[in-house]
Structures are given as structure tokens and as C-alpha cells.
T-cell receptor, first 114, second 110 residues
Framework: NAGVTQTPKFQVLKTGQSMTLQCAQD?????MYWYRQDPGMGLRLIYY???????DKGEVPNGYNVSRLNKREFSLRLESAAPSQTSVYFC?????????????FGPGTRLTVT | GQQVMQIPQYQHVQEGEDFTTYCNSS?????IQWYKQRPGGHPVFLIQ?????EVKKQKRLTFQFGEAKKNSSLHITATQTTDVGTYFC??????????FGQGTRLTINP
């Protein structure tokens, strides 16, 4: 099992460009998440999907959109990138359990917006 | 909303010394999780504590959950260079949202 995979690993964008970050998991998990990590701020939740067909906002959703394509895949889209979106982006999925259950993280995408 | 604070932000120790990081929540937590992130890597789940006053051990790591379920700690005995990384605590806000502390970055002088 590959666990959680993310593409690309690195990306440089110019302000105003758009891109989609891809995430897939092969653990048959219902819940999937997108986080961003900035120095000194831990991980902050952008969007999550509790199950196929549903998505909800997290702590910092502005400037992002998501799509839960199927049970395996959950993508994050930046429509018009801004320098404030320079960050490391992690996708995660969660083993079953309401309000509990460990999360499995992908390797991350390091995004720079100039 | 629920805030999870972690201290210290950084800790540098000599190899063999002990290390402790503390986590405090503004609200009662149903459970608390701990993750480790190696430099350049991704967070990896270490443990989950559920019960008030719970203590769990993993080799040299000891995890505690406070009696009021609002604080937690991770203690590493006799640090080794393999312990280098950032340690995060996290608690669920509702059924889906995991709120992370800022993390404690541990560096070790061999």
C-alpha cells in the first residue's frame, strides 16, 4: 500500500496563476483533509471531506476550492495564487472513528508563489 | 473556538538529556493525539490518549493526559539523535476537525 500520495512535490507559481494539488489514498478511508503548514503555526485545516460527495470548510478556506472526485481522491485548487499562499500543503486521510482516529499524511507539496 | 497551545516552541538538548513538551487546550478535549514530524518530512501519528489521567509509554516516550482533559505532555527520557523533529499535539473539534498546537521543535547536540 502506498498510503497517501500527493503530486506535485514542489511547485513555483507566479501571482495570479492557478493550479491543482492532487491527493489520493489507498486505505479505503472515508475522511480526507487538506492542511497548510507555515513556520511557527503548526498545521491549519483548509478543507475536509467527511465522505465521498461532501466537502466542508476548515479554519483557513479563503482562496481555495476542493473536489472529492471519488473515495480515493481529494484535490485542492488555487484559482488565483497569492504570495500569502506560499506554504507546505499536506493531504491526510483518517481511519474510521467519530472525533478520533489517527490521520495519515502524504509527503506534502512545497508551493512558492512569487 | 478551541485553541491548542504548545510550549516550548523550541528546545535544544544534549544527547542523553531528557525532553518534555506541554500542550494546553482552552476547552475540554475528548481525546488528544501526538504526532512527530522529522525535518523535511510529514507528520506521523504517535499515540492517542482518551481517558482522564491516562499515561501511556512507548519505549523512552511517556505521554500523559491531564485529569481535566485540558492538558497533555510528552516526555522523552535520554534523548537520542533519532528523536530530532517537531512534536505536535492535536485535539478534535467536533467529529472531523483536528486542531494542532504550534509544535515543539527538538534539536539535539550529539
Amino acid at each position: 500500500n502506498a498510503g497517501v500520495t500527493q503530486t506535485p512535490k514542489f511547485q513555483v507559481l507566479k501571482t495570479g496563476q492557478s493550479m491543482t494539488l492532487q491527493c489520493a489514498q489507498d486505505m479505503n478511508h472515508n475522511s480526507m483533509y487538506w492542511y497548510r503548514q507555515d513556520p511557527g503555526m503548526g498545521l491549519r485545516l483548509i478543507y475536509y471531506s467527511a465522505s465521498e460527495g461532501t466537502t466542508d470548510k476548515g479554519e483557513v478556506p479563503n482562496g481555495y476550492n476542493v473536489s472529492r472526485l471519488n473515495k480515493r481522491e481529494f484535490s485542492l485548487r488555487l484559482e488565483s495564487a497569492a504570495p500569502s499562499q506560499t506554504s507546505v500543503y499536506f493531504c491526510a486521510s483518517r481511519s474510521p472513528g467519530q472525533g478520533a482516529g489517527e490521520q495519515y499524511f502524504g509527503p506534502g507539496t512545497r508551493l512558492t508563489v512569487t | 473556538g478551541q485553541q491548542v497551545m504548545q510550549i516550548p516552541q523550541y528546545q535544544h538538548v544534549q544527547e542523553g538529556e531528557d525532553f518534555t513538551t506541554y500542550c494546553n487546550s482552552s476547552t475540554t478535549l475528548s481525546n488528544i493525539q501526538w504526532y512527530k514530524q522529522r525535518p523535511g518530512g510529514h507528520p506521523v501519528f504517535l499515540i492517542q490518549l482518551v481517558k482522564s489521567g491516562e499515561v501511556k509509554k512507548q519505549k523512552r516516550l511517556t505521554f500523559q493526559f491531564g485529569e481535566a482533559k485540558k492538558n497533555s505532555s510528552l516526555h522523552i527520557t535520554a534523548t537520542q539523535t533519532t528523536d530530532v523533529g517537531t512534536y505536535f499535539c492535536a485535539g478534535y473539534r467536533g467529529a472531523q476537525k483536528l486542531v494542532f498546537g504550534q509544535g515543539t521543535r527538538l534539536t539535539i547536540n550529539p
